[in-house]
């Protein structure tokens, strides 16, 4: 018989991992339970982004952590993902900051801007001292982003940017927001910043999901936006769409962290809960239940492992990126639903984490594609036929 597996690495991944992969996962691990998971339940209540975090995620490389040079970390792509699972265990919400400001914002600046634009922000983004944003999604319909109405139209050397963009993560806290618009050039990518004349934003309230993130709308009235601020490097849908495949990958992977964190709970409430003369852990619908858990958890680190090291040898495919999103954050909502309804009543209290993940996974399950933009991706690779 061999010794007691790890509940949530069952197939001990965790020694198919370098020696820096495993320190990230460690020190970032360590971070999490110390200093964020204390604090989530508070700021999920309070509808309030901790921004005291972005200094100590900063601190410890986390932004940008994929870019070589610019003050940046230069981690490989399967660390990336390690950090954001170790994030996600604490709250989706902060795994989101560090998404959008490393996949949607600085990789976009890095893969396409010009030099002055790149020495301008990584640095300071990843010091934590500039946030951004990433203005895709319009209130038309954010699953078809080819159909955008925001517009931009050369005048002289500036552009002016007219139009609107909805449920944007960091919308009312960012110094700077890449904004893909259309125009007579193909669709372009701007930098747009805070105290642009004509550029206002504002937050979406009461919302019952991702409480401890800022989510809102940035609205454009004629704003003037220098070239210097025009990322010159693309000018199609391929430059937004290529950012998404980054921070989807990292979704992938940070979801299995609230997996983790909800089949943990149960674990630990169900050899404690007697109900029937015997604790509900030793119920055969419960184990099943947890053992469930446990194999999706599983199959999850393996598809995200699997396309990290893909990943890292450049020969990722979007539509490898689409399965694991989908697989992933069906696996972990499913897993956090259920964890919620094994505590029963207690369940529904925020004392426990399962109905706060769940809560959040809506979010991470209809964000960066919807489950059905990803299966319909899987389907096109698989018939050659467009069915969106
Ligand atoms: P389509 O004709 O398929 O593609 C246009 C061009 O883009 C290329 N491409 C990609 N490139 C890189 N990565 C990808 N994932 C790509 N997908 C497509 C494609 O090859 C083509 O290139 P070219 O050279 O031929 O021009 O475009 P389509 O308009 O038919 O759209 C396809 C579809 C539906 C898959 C796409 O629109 C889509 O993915 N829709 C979902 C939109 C979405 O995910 N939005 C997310 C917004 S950001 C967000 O949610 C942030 S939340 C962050 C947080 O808080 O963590
Ligand atoms: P819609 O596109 O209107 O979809 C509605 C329903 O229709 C979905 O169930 C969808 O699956 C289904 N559907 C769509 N097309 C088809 C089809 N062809 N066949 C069958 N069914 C279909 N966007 C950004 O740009 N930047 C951000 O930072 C950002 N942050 C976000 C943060 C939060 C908390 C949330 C909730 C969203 C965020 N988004 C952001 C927007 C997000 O990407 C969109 O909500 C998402 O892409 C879906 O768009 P939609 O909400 O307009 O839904």
């Given at each position: 018989m061999s010794s007691k597996l790890d509940p949530i690495d069952l197939y001990d991944l965790r020694s198919e991992l370098s020696e820096d992969e495993v320190m990230v996962k460690d020190t970032v691990g360590r971070y999490v339970d110390d200093k964020v998971i204390p604090l989530m339940r508070e700021a999920f209540e309070r509808h309030a982004?901790?921004?005291?975090?972005i200094g100590e995620v900063a601190e410890l490389g986390?932004?940008?952590?994929?870019?070589?040079?610019?003050?940046?970390?230069?981690?490989?792509s399967v660390s990336y993902g390690l950090i954001c699972q170790e994030l996600e265990r604490g709250d989706s919400g902060l795994r989101s900051f560090v998404s959008v400001q490393s996949s949607l914002v600085m990789y976009p600046i890095h893969a396409y801007g010009s030099e002055e634009q790149k020495q301008r922000w990584l640095p300071a983004m990843a010091r934590g001292e500039a946030i951004g944003c990433f203005g895709l999604?319009?209130?038309?319909?954010?699953?078809?982003?080819?159909?955008?109405?925001t517009h931009a139209k050369r005048d002289g050397d500036d552009w002016i940017l007219n139009g609107s963009k909805m449920w944007i993560t960091n919308a009312t806290i960012a110094d700077a927001a890449v904004v893909w618009a259309k125009t007579d050039e193909g669709i372009k990518g701007f930098i747009v910043e805070?105290?642009?004349?004509g550029f206002e934003t504002q937050e979406i309230e009461n919302?019952?999901?991702?409480?401890a993130s800022v989510t809102g709308a940035l609205f454009f009235n004629n704003v003037r936006i220098p070239e210097?601020?025009?990322?010159?490097?693309v000018s199609s849908l391929k430059g937004p769409l290529s950012c998404l495949t980054q921070a989807r990958y990292g979704i992938s992977w940070g979801v299995i962290g609230a997996a983790q964190a909800c089949l943990n709970e149960v674990l630990e409430y169900t050899q404690d809960r007697i109900l029937f003369g015997r604790p509900?852990?030793?119920t055969q619908t419960i184990q099943l239940r947890m053992a469930e858990m446990a194999r999706q958890i599983t199959t999850a680190q393996l598809l995200s492992l699997r396309l990290g090291r893909i990943k890292d040898r450049g020969q990722l495919s979007p539509t490898q990126v689409s399965l694991a999103k989908w697989n992933n954050c069906r696996a972990a909502l499913d897993i956090a639903r259920d964890a919620r309804d094994i505590l029963g009543?207690?369940?529904?209290?925020?004392?426990?984490?399962p109905i706060r993940h769940m809560l959040n996974l809506e979010s991470v399950i209809t964000y960066e594609g919807t489950e059905t933009v990803h299966q319909l991706i899987v389907g096109k690779e698989l018939t050659g036929v467009n069915a969106f």
């Open positions: 982004f901790p921004r005291h975090l986390l932004l940008g952590s994929s870019i070589e040079g610019y003050d940046c970390a230069g981690l490989n999604t319009e209130p038309q319909g954010g699953s078809d982003p080819g159909n955008m109405k805070k105290d642009m004349p919302k019952f999901s991702l409480r210097a601020n025009v990322l010159p490097g509900l852990a030793n009543g207690a369940g529904i209290s925020a004392e426990y984490v």
